[in-house]
């Protein structure tokens, strides 16, 4: 995207987000960096909060809506990046924390997540380590690299940090924590990202794979009491038992899970 040097165009540059899901949801996004300052102008002429990170412009405006099966059309204007509009909400982070109006993320020594807390309700959503990442050998019984034996994870090594937590961006929008983890042929970097607005932890994933046959897994114990999970498919879900009561459970272990 670029800003419009003349403001006062007849046809002023516009930045077009969509929203192809069927429910109205806020404006948080990524996209593509300019080259030079610009401020977003909502419709109701209101400058979107933005913030230039690696990866691109982050936009996070809880107060404008992107209908469903619709856009919001964002008016850009060259300026200077200290014009930046008064942010409600908070962002707090440190090496071994993130923090917004809405969750609290608390990482532990090992590099997992320790505490993740919804702070609409105070409680805390893990009952043990969250994303703890494990490598185990992938040598199936029969049908290599297709089949998964219940029994595997049985031979696993967990991943240790290689370097202390790091924080690589701190906000006003977004703030990011680096965990750099890994073991014998497999390195791991993950950007734990969390956004002043956001009700979700995402977690960016970058995987350097040196040895063969070697199957990585991400472990996140909920504190959630439910029967089944629903599973994305390509066209649809699936619903898989979360227990092993019987034979049956027990061969279901293996699920798909798209999104």
Do not use: C, K
Not at 90 to 118: F, K, M
Not at 144 to 152: F, I, N
Not at 175 to 185: I, P, Q, Y
Not at 202 to 209: G, L
């Amino acid at each position: 995207i670029e800003a419009d040097p003349d403001a006062n165009r007849a046809a002023p540059r516009l930045l077009v987000v969509w929203n192809l899901s069927l429910d109205p949801r806020p404006l948080r996004t990524v996209v593509a960096a300019p080259q030079r300052d610009l401020r977003l102008i909502a419709p109701d002429g209101r400058t979107v909060a933005t913030q230039r990170t690696a990866d691109g412009l982050v936009l996070d405006d809880s107060q404008a809506i992107v209908p469903p099966m619709g856009y919001l059309a964002l008016r850009t204007v060259a300026t200077d990046p200290s014009t930046d509009p008064d942010l409600p909400g908070r962002l707090d982070v440190a090496p071994d924390r993130l923090a917004n109006d809405r969750l609290e993320v608390r990482i532990a020594d090992d590099g997992t997540l320790a505490v993740l807390i919804d702070r609409s309700t105070g409680r805390n959503l893990l009952s043990g380590p969250g994303d703890r990442l494990i490598a185990h050998p992938d040598l199936p019984r029969f049908f290599e690299a297709w089949e998964l034996d219940p029994d595997d994870a049985e031979d696993a090594r967990d991943l240790t940090l290689e370097a202390p937590p790091e924080v690589v961006e701190s906000g006003p929008l977004r703030a990011t924590v680096r965990l750099r983890r890994g073991t014998e042929g497999l390195r791991v970097v993950q950007d734990l990202r969390l956004t002043r607005h956001g009700d979700r932890l995402e977690i960016a994933t970058r995987i350097d794979v040196r040895g063969r046959r070697m199957l990585l897994r991400s472990l996140t114990t909920l504190d959630v009491r439910t029967d089944a999970v629903a599973f994305e498919t390509a066209f649809g879900a699936v619903q898989r038992p979360s227990h092993r009561n019987t034979s049956w459970d027990e061969a279901r272990f293996e699920v798909p899970g798209h999104r």
